[in-house]
């Protein structure tokens, strides 16, 4: 999906910060790196990835998403990474045995929304693309997050789980009611219009003999105006249809005034 | 994040078809195949696919989700793609002058859910990698569908915006309440246990000498006890604790016994 408005500055508002551990292939992160600037997510820490950084399939793999590739930072271990937050959630898709909270998406950014809306600091832990997170990191996190997939089909990519989070963040945080763009239906027309597409439409097919039988007709009007009338055409609508109706009508006419030559 | 329960069975609910169009790389028909697997859809569509079906990247791409790829149907056309279905939402970023509702996931995952729940067969169409859905192809749906990205930030991979639709469609068909797994805080211990485990901390350290103004005791108590009150421990918690408070109490009798043999 293109759609990208460039004369659209960039927002940095606070928000969660994304912290992969021990990343494995930079594909994955530059993916992350885009899912988070998808939602509006900016700060990634990477925790001692295994191909070093800067990674250019990062680059690659993040499609432009420069203003959170430029900001990565770089850690050797989880407990670096994050030192100055207040509150951690970690990801993972088993279930550990911890005697810890477990949120869903939707319960995990709510508490995350209130958090850093009351001027706390908090981050996502995410694990390796092998065998996620280990229970020490899991161990450090205030809570656990999971996402409510398919029991039998709950793998998730490392990038894709970053972004569930980060749309659900968007969510939480009042921010996705706004779209990019609005729709246009337009005002329908006023019912004299509608009405006078509706005689004209009748009165021509009183000429080219769709009512064949005289004592169904008012039911078949009702049918058609039922019709016509869901679609709520504007006023430029009705004057195309009506536009239709008239070819119609000279079709006929021509017919006719063969017919009346033919006669002679 | 691994997780995947092999015992448990794929389940095929009714649920929207994926359509892509003309999707170019077999790497994103792979990643949108998995996406639809993680959150149960199954009836992937792919209309003139650039590089033929089956798709080698596409199989490796979809990381055993074999149950979307054995399913794919492949069609010359979008009319073709869409015969069976009686409600259709189109996916794009852009704007397009055309007037149609335009919907977020939210709106639009509730409306296919009270749709295929009544019976009637939808699909979501997504375009291609470069330019998205062509006018002709927008034209054809029922809605609009937009994500609520950045303005600054728009553009998703085709399988990240899969994604996005499937969690939504999962959350609006009330799928998402059920977590893979739930928490296990355990039961908090009985207060008898808790306070005697306080008595015990505090009767340690007034031998350690913690509490240095006897007259702040009774506040530094209330603090200690609030606190570790807030860890709600459980009973084996609990116990742990004292273990801590024990080994604290035996260092301190070590050193009064020393004492008391140095002063022989």
């Not at 900016?42 to 203003?67: C, Q, T, Y």
């Not at 064949?212 to 019709?227: F, I, S």
């Not at 006929?252 to 033919?262: A, P, V």
Request: proline share 5%.
């Amino acid at each position: 999906m293109a759609g990208t408005d460039s004369s659209q500055a960039l927002q940095f508002r606070p928000g969660p910060a994304v912290i992969l551990c021990e990343p494995q292939l930079g594909e994955n992160i530059g993916a992350a790196a885009r899912a988070m600037a998808n939602f509006g997510l900016w700060d990634l820490r990477l925790v001692n990835p295994r191909d070093g950084w800067p990674n250019e399939k990062a680059v690659a793999n993040a499609s432009k998403a420069h203003h959170v590739i430029d900001r990565v930072q770089v850690f050797a271990t989880v407990e670096e990474a994050v030192a100055d937050l207040t509150l951690i959630h970690a990801t993972t898709a088993r279930s550990r045995d911890m005697r810890k909270p477990v949120l869903g998406p939707e319960d995990a950014c709510l508490g995350l929304s209130a958090h850093i809306g009351g001027g706390g600091k908090a981050g996502i832990l995410f694990g390796r693309e092998k065998w996620g997170l280990l229970n020490p990191e899991v161990a450090l996190s205030d809570a656990i997050v999971t996402l409510p997939v398919e029991s039998a089909f709950a793998s998730l990519n490392i990038a894709q789980a970053v972004l569930i989070l980060a749309y659900e963040w968007r969510r939480q945080s009042g921010l996705a009611e706004t779209l990019p763009f609005g729709e246009n239906i337009g005002e329908p027309a006023p019912k004299a219009e509608v009405i006078g597409m509706f005689e004209h439409l009748e009165s021509t097919l009183d000429k080219t003999g769709f009512f064949t039988t005289p004592d169904k007709r008012p039911a078949m009007v009702n049918n058609l105006r039922t019709m016509f009338s869901r679609a709520r055409f504007t006023s430029q609508e009705v004057r195309t249809f009506r536009g239709i109706i008239s070819s119609i009508d000279r079709v006929h006419e021509r017919h006719r005034s063969k017919r009346g030559k033919n006669d002679e």
